[in-house]
């Protein structure tokens, strides 16, 4: 789950076993009819008019769908597209193109779109960490543009060191080190400007990371008095839209983007954003180079895919889709709060995940069950609920406060229509918790 976005490696890990779970219990009453009037709810808001032209590979598989009521979670698979991104990628795949030419042209619009000097086209957030030390690499070592920089990662680039804060290190410095590249970890403004040599290639700075330490501006300062450029993972970081160009805007050499998670478009997308310099070399590590970025090739569904869904984004505002979430929120409220305990809120974490947050609170002495099982019995119905995996959590993580007691529900990606399946749910569990799910989940045949 993003990710960056799991509270803790605990339940990261006993959500994963509990969406194995919940797709084995969906396997084992896939025979039963769905007759409740949620699940019909769900067809008919969701179905398209093709569905009878062409099998439903998820039914032919017996894979659970889910209603995301979580967030941009990757093993959620994140976000759906937005109806003119789905007909773009599907247009998209009927010809054949040149993928540089496309490659190019694409990085192209999109930069003029979102005000910086060049863009790269990636498979992900993560796989533009990646491009971008490449292209770091490729710089410092004063490679041609035009070399094939199957060597990164060898000692033909002697020059190798990724500056990071040591409260910035986390479980993406993997797509860096993808590079051999070395990681050179700094606490105080003193130690950076000394870390920062002739073996530096790049700094990597964390913008959703919990602590700040080193601020942007002298982060970016310092490396440029000594000519190194500064990548930022801003992944997450939309909305506000005017992100995806205050960062570079700011000074950022480099800046990622994740194309899947808010904004919207084909989950294996993503944007590198910067000088024009880095992109273009970022470009030159991606398939079909046989570079690092040889095994991160991006179809051109996904390229076009990605454009598509920049375009939809700026016709959206951010006042436009916050209405749009506490509108269905004002659904769900209504379905529960006559229940007895339930207290409802809303908060907006600060960066990331930049969307209203549904704190549902009660009583669990008076409800009948803890917030974590509530979740679990969501997860394991017809329909399946996804809730946000802050529920039940005991101390504050990225900008979410602790709510031992509290289901955490958000609505941005939800289809339309399905606020009322998940209001009409919670309600539901919240009455008479054993009526929904099961808990603890049945074990899985996969666990490992
Ligand atoms: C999600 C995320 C990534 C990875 O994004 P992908 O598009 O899934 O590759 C990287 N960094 C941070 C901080 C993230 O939240």
Redesign the pocket.
Known sequence: ?????CPDSQSSYSRRRFLRASQATVAALSAVPMLSTATEVLAATVSSGSAHEHPDYYDKLGVTKLINAAG?Y?ELT?AVMPPPVRAAVTQAALHPVHLEELQQKAGAYIAEKLKAEGCCI????????TLATAASVMAANNCHPLDIPSLIGTPEFPKNEVVVQKIHR???DV?MQLCGIKIVDVVTLDDYEQALGLNTVMTNY???ADAVGISREDWIAVAHNKGVPCHL?????MPPISNLWKYTGMGFDMV??????DIRGP????LLLGKKEYTDLAQRNLCPADSVGRGMKVAKEQIVGMVAAVDWLLTQTDEGMEKESRERMAVIIGMVKDIPSVQTSIMVPEL?NHVPHLMINFDPDVIGASARELQVRLATAIPCIELNPHTGSTSPSQGVPAGPNALVVTTFLLNPGEEFIVGRQIRKVLKDPKSVGTYPPPRSSTAT
């Open positions: 789950m993003k990710s960056q976005k941009t990757t994140s990636s498979c992900g957030a993560s796989s533009a960490i986390y479980e993406y797509a964390f913008n959703a993972d801003a992944a997450a970081d990622s983007f994740s194309g899947g998670k989950q294996n997308a993503g990331a």
